[in-house]
């Protein structure tokens, strides 16, 4: 079993910046993609962005050029650093890891946008 926690979450205005961290815990050997979804009220859980253990990245097309999303070298730690965000960016953003074929997940942390 892998356990997630995340942090960083909180009331930002629009424009600004926050962190998230979700740090694996657990069976954290051989994690390969780590990433975040986000879910806003009313709607499906989506990918956000997400980094395999070789360091590639995907993002979706809402959060280029504003989103980052990294790994500590231990690959246990991911980071999605967001900026110039905007009120649609607000949700509950869910990290999650990938280890041989079972997907683990965090227990959400909220993301509100607003002035």
């Known amino acids: 079993q892998v356990q997630l926690v995340e942090s960083g979450g909180g009331l930002v205005q629009p424009g600004g910046s926050l962190r998230l961290s979700c740090a694996a815990s657990g069976s954290i050997f051989d994690i390969n993609d780590m990433g975040w979804y986000g879910q806003a009220p009313g709607k499906t859980r989506e990918l956000v962005a997400v980094?395999?253990?070789?360091?590639?990245?995907v993002y979706a097309d809402s959060v280029k050029g504003r989103f980052t999303i990294s790994r500590d070298n231990a690959k246990t730690t991911v980071y999605l650093h967001m900026n110039v965000l905007k009120p649609e960016d607000t949700a509950v953003y869910y990290c999650?890891?990938?280890?041989?074929?079972?997907?683990?997940w965090g227990q959400g942390t909220q993301v509100t946008v607003s002035s």
């Open positions: 999650y890891a990938l280890r041989g074929g079972t997907t683990f």
């Open positions: 980094i395999t253990r070789g360091g590639r990245t």
